[in-house]
């Protein structure tokens, strides 16, 4: 069965730097679009970054342009997601996610878009 691993997650002082990285298995990696997304208490699950099947065409949140970078390894069957300059409201639970069925030039930001998700990786981001 498919399976998303996502890890990297940790505590960060604000300014700081944290790598997450999701491991798939159980399916083919490079036909898949792949997404991050993030959950904080309280609050909806909100869309991050998404990136499509070669690594060429990637779309972020207006929240974390210029301070994250998604990227992803199909030989590695991982997806990564750099993210820098960190702020107290990253803090959250990062989820990455998987597109079956996508068609080219579209940005899927809705995780209602996704197949498969991971169980999630804690991310805290202290002042």
């Known amino acids: 069965q498919v399976q998303l691993v996502e890890s990297g997650g940790g505590l960060a002082q604000a300014g700081g730097s944290l790598r997450l990285s999701c491991a798939a298995s159980?399916?083919?990696?490079?036909?898949?679009?792949m997404g991050w997304f993030r959950q904080a208490p309280g609050k909806e699950r909100e869309f991050v970054a998404t990136i499509n099947w070669s690594g060429g065409s990637i779309n972020y949140a207006g929240s974390v342009k210029g301070r994250f970078t998604a990227s992803r390894d199909n030989a590695k069957n991982t997806v990564y997601l750099q993210m820098n300059s960190l702020k107290p409201e990253d803090t959250a639970e990062y989820y990455c996610?998987?597109?079956?069925?996508?068609?080219?030039?579209?940005?899927?930001?809705?995780?209602?878009?996704?197949?498969?998700w991971g169980q999630g990786t804690q991310v805290t981001v202290s002042s």
């Open positions: 996610a998987a597109k079956g069925s996508w068609r080219g030039g579209i940005y899927y930001n809705l995780d209602r878009d996704y197949d498969y």
């Open positions: 159980g399916l083919t990696f490079r036909n898949y679009v």
